[in-house]
């Protein structure tokens, strides 16, 4: 972990993945990431990307080459999600929507 970077891109509808000296290890496109947005790597090195368009938040590998998860989907309540934060703390995570935010916590 500390040796990549997360790179969204809205228009491509990709997340890419340059090492820290610049070399691009990946480039990730998925029908769930569409307009991807805010992107948040885990204290455990789980990386959770927002799809604003697909009003999704899925978990991609810290390589940032496959999918894992779906984590939430617009039946959940996630509409134009724009950022995804997991609290260690209160093993949740929290999603920022338009003028809300929606905390997922794991029962």
Do not use: W
């Not at 500390?2 to 790179?7: A, M, N, T």
């Not at 070399?23 to 029908?31: A, E, R, Y």
């Amino acid at each position: 972990m500390g040796d990549k970077i997360y790179i969204t891109n809205m228009d491509k509808h990709t997340l890419r993945t340059p090492a820290i000296d610049g070399t691009v290890i990946s480039t990730f496109s998925d029908p769930d990431l569409n307009n991807p947005r805010g992107v948040h790597v885990t204290p455990g090195g789980q990386v959770l990307v927002c799809g604003y368009a697909s009003n999704t938040i899925i978990q991609v590998d810290s390589q940032g080459k496959n999918k894992l998860a779906t984590l939430a989907t617009q039946k959940d309540g996630v509409t134009r999600p724009c950022s995804v934060f997991f609290s260690f703390s209160t093993d949740s995570v929290l999603v920022g929507v338009e003028r809300n935010v929606i905390v997922f916590k794991e029962t």
